[in-house]
T-cell receptor, first 114, second 113 residues
Framework: NAGVTQTPKFQVLKTGQSMTLQCAQDMNHEYMSWYRQDPGMGLRLIHYSVGAGITDQGEVPNGYNVSRSTTEDFPLRLLSAAPSQTSVYFC?????????????FGEGSWLTVV | GDSVTQMEGPVTLSEEAFLTINCTYTATGYPSLFWYVQYPGEGLQLLLK?????DKGSNKGFEATYRKETTSFHLEKGSVQVSDSAVYFCALSSNFGNEKLTFGTGTRLTIIP
């Protein structure tokens, strides 16, 4: 029962470094998305995808890239990390047929940029 | 645009107390409403949901009723337990098929024995 799997769980980066947060789901969900969680701000949508080969920007896309080459995987790339990207990142997925738009979340990736 | 306003925390209650966490929303159309819960060190889990006016969502003793006239979706539980300590998020999705969830800022709940 893997669901949505994110790696790594914890990462420390230096300013200017690049890295990729991995996300995989085994539920054959069409929709996948990335959120960031910051204190006092709830969760904000970074990028999302409605299917393989299709991605779009959310509320806070700057500094991040995504791609969706397969239904299962949706990696999030930080091109040049900045301290403002210190946050907790959540990957999420859902099926188009899910009633009431229930979204399933991964366990989160804690990123610190120093 | 869509927005969710949630009761500010933190909230501290004694075990077996009655819980209310207020949530109001602004949205176009007929949104679906959700409560998600985040336990320490974990991701968000769906707690309950309601997809149309007057629907009541319920799970694990928690309830929330979709009130269109007051644009509210308050979370309640009659008798809280220490294990209910978590952060609770109210959220909405304004259109079926819309990928984006709009979240409130979260309410941290601590239950003391």
């Amino acid at each position: 029962n893997a669901g949505v799997t994110q790696t790594p769980k914890f990462q420390v980066l230096k300013t200017g470094q690049s890295m990729t947060l991995q996300c995989a789901q085994d539920m054959n969900h069409e929709y996948m998305s990335w959120y960031r969680q910051d204190p006092g701000m709830g969760l904000r949508l970074i990028h999302y995808s409605v299917g393989a080969g299709i991605t779009d920007q959310g509320e806070v896309p700057n500094g991040y890239n995504v791609s969706r080459s397969t239904t299962e995987d949706f990696p999030l790339r930080l091109l040049s990390a900045a301290p403002s990207q210190t946050s907790v990142y959540f990957c999420a997925s859902r099926t188009r047929q899910t009633s009431g738009n229930t979204i399933y979340f991964g366990e989160g990736s804690w990123l610190t940029v120093v | 645009g869509d927005s969710v306003t949630q009761m500010e925390g933190p909230v501290t209650l004694s075990e077996e107390a009655f819980l209310t966490i207020n949530c109001t929303y602004t949205a176009t159309g007929y949104p679906s409403l959700f409560w998600y819960v985040q336990y320490p060190g974990e991701g968000l889990q769906l707690l309950l949901k309601a997809t149309k006016a007057d629907d009541k969502g319920s799970n694990k003793g928690f309830e929330a009723t979709y009130r269109k006239e007051t644009t509210s979706f308050h979370l309640e539980k009659g008798s809280v337990q220490v294990s209910d300590s978590a952060v609770y998020f109210c959220a909405l999705s304004s259109n079926f098929g819309n990928e984006k969830l709009t979240f409130g800022t979260g309410t941290r709940l601590t239950i003391i024995p």
